[in-house]
């Protein structure tokens, strides 16, 4: 099998769950399409100097991770204003679901990339700490400071609904 079947074959595998994790670190979906390629351009260049193809996922979250990073940096990025959809009124089934997901992807928003990362990474993807300090390029114990300030600016933002919408929080921050 050549490289670029190799290749080829990685990415049909995995970009739906790339663009996933790209997606819910930008917040929109022309700009995650563009992270993941770019990320992918970066994959398939470092192809020939990856030792185990199968270590390709983990080096292209990693490159999704710190040029999303870098694109929150360089253009400044501001957050975006939008009204509590949570505030009093509970609707039941599916359109109450509907409304605490759009709640809690609001507060995720409003994370800088850094907490909106390290969470993503964590809790959507399933990464060990490790493995998020790996893809963030940055130490365990960054990780663990940065979930935690996110899952707290997260219960600010969600107020009383915190404990529903985060049933992960308790056990994060003592992880």
């Given at each position: 099998m050549t490289r670029r079947d190799e290749f080829a074959g990685f990415v049909a595998a995995r970009s739906a769950a790339l663009h996933r994790a790209a997606y819910l670190m930008?917040?929109?979906?022309?700009?995650?399409?563009?992270?993941v390629q770019e990320a992918l351009v970066k994959t398939y260049?470092?192809?020939?100097?990856?030792?185990d193809p199968a270590n390709a996922e983990a080096y292209c979250r990693k490159a999704?991770?710190?040029?999303?990073?870098?694109?929150f940096r360089r253009k400044s990025w501001?957050?975006?204003?939008?009204e509590d959809?949570?505030?009093?009124?509970?609707?039941?089934?599916?359109?109450?679901?509907v409304a605490q997901s759009q709640w809690l992807w609001e507060g995720l928003m409003r994370l800088p990339v850094r907490q909106r990362a390290a969470i993503?990474?964590?809790?959507?993807?399933?990464?060990?700490e490790a493995q998020t300090a790996h893809a963030m390029g940055c130490a365990v114990g960054t990780v663990k400071s940065q979930v935690a300030a996110g899952l707290t600016k997260l219960r600010d933002h969600l107020?009383?609904?915190a404990d529903d919408?985060?049933?992960l929080a308790d056990t994060a921050v003592n992880r």
């Amino acid at each position: 099998m050549t490289r670029r079947d190799e290749f080829a074959g990685f990415v049909a595998a995995r970009s739906a769950a790339l663009h996933r994790a790209a997606y819910l670190m930008v917040g929109d979906t022309s700009l995650a399409q563009d992270l993941v390629q770019e990320a992918l351009v970066k994959t398939y260049t470092a192809w020939p100097r990856l030792r185990d193809p199968a270590n390709a996922e983990a080096y292209c979250r990693k490159a999704i991770t710190t040029t999303a990073i870098s694109w929150f940096r360089r253009k400044s990025w501001s957050e975006r204003p939008t009204e509590d959809p949570g505030a009093g009124d509970t609707v039941s089934g599916h359109a109450d679901q509907v409304a605490q997901s759009q709640w809690l992807w609001e507060g995720l928003m409003r994370l800088p990339v850094r907490q909106r990362a390290a969470i993503v990474l964590r809790y959507y993807e399933d990464l060990t700490e490790a493995q998020t300090a790996h893809a963030m390029g940055c130490a365990v114990g960054t990780v663990k400071s940065q979930v935690a300030a996110g899952l707290t600016k997260l219960r600010d933002h969600l107020g009383h609904a915190a404990d529903d919408l985060l049933p992960l929080a308790d056990t994060a921050v003592n992880r």
